[in-house]
């Protein structure tokens, strides 16, 4: 065993020879890429066992290796995994898995998906032009603001109620089975699902409103549950919640997933007193009993059950010690509760609907001055003085928004900030919650952290609202351009750490009546991959790499000089001998040389960002303009037809500037320092480009016509429902894939200062589940699945129609239909 197994290395690293004792990584000077190759070459050879990511790191020698795994390949067996109660297996209905739809239907579902968006704008601007009359017809400023409470609470209680009813009108009840994507019965999941992730009641998450809207669709929400996730459920029926329960944020608990052409809406039960920590994944006929934990980072695969009173972690989750509830419970306060949501819908329907609704018609009644730029008339329409003001207004918007929610996130928060007391347990809807919950909004500005991430300024803005940075060592990398807290205040960083992106540090903990926020600290020369929930109680030191994904543990002796992968996570190196070989920039005059270099591209970087923005906001109001012009002619129409060229006009505007970008460089194969000029061309790529609107398209099929014209290579009939590709020319998708909501193709890995990025393929009708990761130089052969929250690593190539699953993804066994059944 050991002569084949080095004989087979030794072909993958490009020797002779590989004594049995050499480290695969300390001696042989391979990383976790050059392993993953390995072990497909393993999965090729019949005589030979296959190995894990997981097992390379365990035993990173030849002669450890062969002592751990069988002589001859093993015959896969699944684990027993508790099954629900009274959540037997449902028998399929309507088309079975693999009867995908032809292009007539997948045509004629985009033109029913087109045909519904248009209805629903003209419908709303229908609303907005008698609103718009009829509130302009008063022009003292009280009458205006009265008739917009008016108009606006009428709107806001319209556009609560639509979703409701028609869900109640469509689907009824949700009841397990098939629905085959791009049939007509999908078209009516798409509606309603649709209408229920735009009500303005997803906004309250967190409040007994929203549990109040969930319950208004059909979901057995028990009392005193707490939903803090903004993560919607559609098929509600299908959901039960205990009494007590606690569901934390950036949870999927969706009760349905795409697979295999169908919509497969299914149960997600939560008993009495559960908590369900931050990022997690619960996927379709999955259940906890009363009191459980899941841990944070973790997942439960369809058919698993955590017994009563048990914690698990892990994806798939299995059984720890672990306790992840931090705070005790308060005596419940029912009237709390409800002043709690009394003071929200107030301060919607006495301030933020006004604004929203009135704002513009009251600016108009108090500047008269402003009246020509919303309804210029055809003169003004011709004279390039109109034009030359609208342009300025719109810079003004932008760099006065910008400098205005600089001094806000600043000094307002550091005001507010003395009334929550780190440590302590308060009520939960009391007024300090409410605080917190300000902090946490004021401080959490995407389009701040976008614009300054990737770059040396980043520190310094998260410093101004509030981090806690020992001496600071710039590397102009700091931070990516997605940094998330519950508190800014109670957030430390080390000396020399650098994060790559996508990290949410999780401050404050709850639990259903109560809340507390405690320093989270990260230790200093780590390094922290992608999409990481850091907890304040996380037993990390200095001089550790945390892997994308991993699961942060929060009990154990604390890991100093380590590496980190995996939910639950394992220790691997800190560093590769591979990986050193940009270790000159990290100091001295080449650090000197190469940052400040770096910061001039960067700072050119944000003014394009800037830019574009005001580009598109000077162009959107002279769509506005015209619609103003044509009004008085063309009546509803006119503001219809704008609304859907707002649309358009977007998609096709950030669709123009991102192949701007690629066509000075376009993204491709990268090994180098992040001091090289072709690496700052990679973040020029992802900050200047906007992906938000994409989110408009999903489930449709225009969402991969938008994917081709930003250079995907993607095959026909795809079903993308909330899919995150961050480098589009990088990645082939082949026909009828299905991408899950929430999962993520990622062509490229930082470590440190060194920058690694390749092509990802992913074959005919490979499915890729709720929140998985598919990272860089991966291939899927045709009709592999991925099960939901899986981390699959770089460089793996999964083999055709095998199912993979896990944090890192291994082979699942062959042949069950359940993917949520692990092999090993």
Same mark, same amino acid.
């Given at each position: 065993?050991?002569?084949?197994?080095?004989?087979?290395?030794?072909?993958?690293?490009?020797?002779?020879?590989?004594?049995?004792?050499?480290?695969?990584?300390?001696?042989?000077?391979?990383?976790?890429?050059?392993?993953?190759?390995?072990?497909?070459?393993?999965?090729?050879?019949?005589?030979?066992?296959?190995?894990?990511?997981?097992?390379?790191?365990?035993?990173?020698?030849?002669?450890?290796?062969?002592?751990?795994?069988?002589?001859?390949a093993?015959?896969?067996?699944?684990?027993?995994?508790?099954q629900?109660?009274?959540?037997?297996?449902?028998?399929?209905?309507?088309? &079975? &898995?693999?009867?995908?739809?032809?292009?007539?239907?997948?045509?004629?579902?985009?033109?029913?998906?087109?045909?519904?968006?248009?209805?629903?704008?003209?419908?709303a601007?229908?609303?907005?032009?008698?609103?718009?009359?009829?509130?302009?017809?008063?022009?003292?400023?009280?009458?205006?603001?009265?008739?917009?409470?008016?108009?606006?609470?009428?709107?806001?209680? +319209?556009?609560c109620?639509?979703?409701?009813?028609?869900?109640?009108?469509?689907?009824?009840?949700?009841?397990?089975?098939?629905?085959?994507?791009?049939?007509?019965?999908?078209?009516?999941?798409?509606?309603v699902?649709?209408?229920?992730?735009?009500?303005?009641?997803?906004?309250?998450?967190?409040?007994?409103l929203?549990?109040f809207?969930?319950?208004?669709?059909?979901?057995?929400?028990?009392?005193?549950?707490? /939903?803090? *996730?903004?993560?919607?459920?559609?098929?509600?029926?299908?959901?039960?919640?205990?009494?007590?329960s606690?569901?934390?944020?950036?949870?999927?608990?969706?009760?349905?997933?795409?697979?295999?052409?169908?919509?497969?809406?299914?149960?997600?039960?939560?008993?009495?007193?559960?908590?369900?920590?931050?990022?997690?994944?619960?996927?379709?006929?999955?259940?906890?009993?009363?009191?459980?934990?899941?841990?944070?980072?973790? *997942?439960?695969?369809?058919?698993?059950?955590?017994?009563?009173?048990?914690?698990?972690?892990? *994806?798939?989750?299995?059984?720890?010690?672990?306790?992840?509830?931090?705070?005790?419970?308060?005596?419940?306060?029912?009237?709390?509760?409800?002043?709690?949501?009394?003071?929200?819908?107030?301060?919607?329907?006495?301030?933020y609907?006004?604004?929203?609704?009135?704002?513009?018609?009251?600016?108009l009644?108090?500047?008269?001055?402003?009246?020509?730029? /919303?309804?210029?008339?055809?003169?003004?329409?011709?004279?390039?003085?109109?034009?030359?003001?609208?342009?300025?207004?719109?810079?003004?918007?932008?760099?006065?928004?910008?400098?205005?929610g600089?001094?806000?996130?600043?000094?307002?928060?550091?005001?507010?900030?003395?009334?929550?007391?780190?440590?302590?347990?308060?009520?939960?809807?009391?007024?300090?919650?409410?605080?917190?919950?300000?902090?946490?909004?004021?401080?959490?500005?995407?389009?701040?952290?976008?614009?300054f991430?990737?770059?040396?300024?980043?520190?310094?803005?998260?410093?101004?609202?509030?981090?806690?940075?020992?001496?600071?060592?710039?590397?102009? %990398?700091?931070?990516?351009?997605?940094?998330?807290?519950?508190?800014?205040?109670?957030?430390?960083?080390?000396?020399?750490?650098?994060?790559?992106?996508?990290?949410?540090?999780?401050?404050?903990?709850?639990?259903?009546?109560?809340?507390?926020?405690?320093?989270?600290?990260?230790?200093?020369?780590?390094?922290?991959?992608?999409?990481?929930?850091? &907890?304040?109680?996380?037993?990390?030191?200095?001089?550790?790499?945390?892997?994308?994904?991993?699961?942060?543990?929060?009990?154990?002796?604390?890991?100093?000089?380590?590496?980190?992968?995996?939910?639950?996570?394992?220790?691997?190196?800190?560093?590769?001998?591979?990986? %050193?070989?940009?270790?000159?920039?990290?100091?001295?005059?080449?650090?000197?040389?190469?940052?400040?270099?770096?910061?001039?591209?960067?700072?050119?970087?944000?003014?394009?960002?800037?830019?574009?923005?005001?580009?598109?906001?000077?162009?959107?109001?002279?769509?506005?303009?015209?619609?103003?012009?044509?009004?008085?002619r063309? +009546?509803?129409?006119?503001?219809?037809?704008?609304?859907?060229l707002?649309?358009?006009?977007?998609?096709?505007?950030?669709?123009?500037?991102?192949?701007?970008? /690629?066509?000075?460089?376009?993204?491709?194969?990268?090994?180098?320092?992040?001091?090289?000029?072709?690496?700052?061309?990679?973040?020029?790529?992802?900050?200047?480009?906007?992906?938000?609107?994409?989110?408009?398209?999903?489930?449709?099929?225009?969402?991969?016509?938008?994917?081709?014209?930003?250079?995907?290579?993607?095959?026909?009939?795809?079903?993308?429902?909330?899919?995150?590709?961050?480098?589009?020319?990088?990645?082939?998708?082949?026909?009828?894939?299905?991408?899950?909501?929430?999962?993520? /193709?990622?062509?490229?890995?930082?470590?440190?200062?060194?920058?690694? %990025?390749?092509?990802?393929?992913?074959?005919?009708?490979?499915?890729?589940?709720?929140?998985?990761?598919?990272h860089?130089?991966?291939?899927?052969?045709?009709?592999?699945?991925?099960?939901?929250?899986?981390?699959?690593?770089?460089?793996?190539?999964?083999?055709?129609? %095998?199912?993979?699953?896990g944090?890192?993804?291994?082979?699942?066994?062959?042949?069950?239909?359940?993917?949520?059944?692990?092999?090993r």
């Open positions: 065993m050991e002569q084949a197994l080095a004989q087979v290395l030794a072909e993958v690293v490009g020797i002779e020879q590989v004594p049995a004792d050499s480290h695969f990584f300390d001696d042989l000077g391979a990383d976790s890429l050059v392993m993953a190759h390995f072990c497909a070459r393993l999965r090729k050879r019949a005589d030979l066992p296959s190995v894990s990511m997981k097992e390379i790191y365990q035993h990173p020698t030849i002669r450890s290796l062969a002592a751990a795994v069988p002589d001859t093993p015959t896969r067996t699944a684990p027993a995994f508790t629900a109660p009274g959540r037997e297996p449902q028998t399929a209905t309507g088309a &079975p &898995p693999g009867d995908t739809a032809g292009t007539t239907e997948y045509v004629l579902c985009g033109i029913l998906q087109a045909l519904a968006f248009l209805g629903y704008t003209y419908l601007a229908m609303a907005t032009a008698w609103g718009y009359e009829w509130i302009s017809a008063r022009s003292d400023l009280l009458a205006v603001y009265v008739r917009s409470v008016l108009f606006g609470g009428a709107v806001f209680v +319209g556009l109620a639509l979703p409701i009813l028609v869900k109640w009108t469509l689907i009824g009840r949700w009841k397990p089975g098939q629905i085959r994507i791009w049939s007509l019965g999908y078209v009516r999941f798409w509606v699902r649709t209408l229920i992730r735009t009500n303005p009641l997803t906004l309250f998450v967190g409040s007994p929203y549990v809207y969930l319950r208004a669709l059909g979901a057995d929400i028990g009392r005193g549950a707490v /939903i803090l *996730s903004r993560n919607v459920p559609v098929c509600t029926d299908l959901l039960t919640i205990g009494e007590g606690v569901v934390r944020k950036d949870s999927f608990f969706l009760c349905y997933r795409a697979r295999a052409g169908v919509i497969e809406p299914g149960p997600v039960t939560i008993g009495k007193s559960v908590l369900v920590s931050e990022a997690t994944v619960m996927d379709i006929g999955t259940a906890l009993g009363d009191g459980a934990q899941l841990g944070h980072a973790s *997942s439960l695969h369809s058919g698993q059950v955590v017994p009563q009173g048990e914690r698990w972690h892990g *994806s798939p989750a299995q059984r720890t010690e672990a306790d992840f509830q931090v705070v005790g419970e308060t005596p419940h306060a029912t009237l709390r509760r409800a002043l709690h949501s009394a003071r929200q819908l107030a301060t919607a329907f006495l301030v609907v006004p604004l929203a609704v009135g704002g513009t018609i009251m600016l009644v108090a500047v008269p001055e402003l009246h020509t730029v /919303i309804e210029p008339g055809p003169a003004v329409l011709t004279n390039g003085t109109f034009y030359r003001d609208v342009a300025v207004a719109a810079a003004v918007l932008v760099l006065g928004g910008l400098i205005l600089l001094l806000l996130v600043s000094a307002l928060p550091r005001v507010l900030r003395r009334a929550v007391v780190p440590g302590r347990d308060y009520p939960l809807y009391g007024w300090r919650h409410s605080i917190h919950r300000a902090v946490s909004r004021l401080t959490n500005r995407r389009n701040l952290t976008r614009l991430g990737d770059s040396s300024c980043i520190v310094h803005y998260l410093r101004a609202i509030g981090y806690d940075f020992s001496h600071i060592e710039q590397t102009g %990398s700091n931070f990516g351009t997605e940094v998330r807290h519950e508190t800014p205040f109670m957030s430390s960083v080390g000396s020399g750490t650098m994060v790559a992106d996508g990290l949410s540090i999780v401050n404050a903990d709850f639990s259903s009546t109560a809340f507390q926020v405690s320093r989270a600290s990260i230790g200093a020369h780590s390094f922290l991959g992608n999409r990481i929930a850091y &907890p304040a109680r996380a037993r990390t030191g200095d001089n550790c790499l945390l892997a994308t994904k991993v699961m942060v543990p929060v009990d154990g002796q604390i890991r100093e000089g380590v590496g980190l992968l995996g939910s639950p996570s394992f220790e691997i190196p800190r560093t590769v001998l591979r990986d %050193s070989r940009f270790d000159r920039f990290r100091s001295g005059e080449e650090l000197r040389r190469g940052l400040a270099a770096k910061n001039k591209h960067n700072a050119a970087t944000m003014g394009w960002f800037l830019l574009s923005r005001w580009i598109y906001l000077t162009c959107a109001a002279l769509l506005a303009a015209g619609a103003a012009d044509t009004y008085a063309l +009546g509803v129409p006119a503001v219809a037809l704008a609304d859907v707002v649309v358009v006009f977007t998609a096709v505007y950030f669709v123009l500037v991102e192949r701007l970008v /690629i066509a000075a460089r376009r993204p491709g194969a990268l090994y180098c320092s992040i001091y090289d000029p072709r690496f700052w061309w990679r973040e020029r790529y992802w900050k200047v480009p906007s992906e938000t609107y994409l989110r408009l398209f999903n489930g449709t099929p225009f969402k991969n016509v938008i994917w081709r014209l930003l250079g995907v290579r993607i095959g026909h009939r795809v079903f993308d429902d909330g899919c995150y590709v961050t480098e589009r020319p990088m990645v082939t998708i082949g026909d009828a894939c299905i991408l899950n909501a929430g999962s993520i /193709i990622q062509c490229h890995s930082q470590e440190d200062g060194t920058f690694k %990025s390749e092509s990802t393929t992913l074959g005919r009708g490979c499915t890729i589940g709720v929140g998985a990761l598919v860089y130089g991966v291939t899927l052969g045709d009709g592999a699945v991925l099960a939901a929250d899986s981390f699959l690593m770089k460089g793996e190539v999964v083999p055709q129609n %095998s199912r993979w699953g944090n890192p993804a291994r082979e699942l066994e062959q042949g069950d239909d359940d993917v949520g059944r692990s092999s």
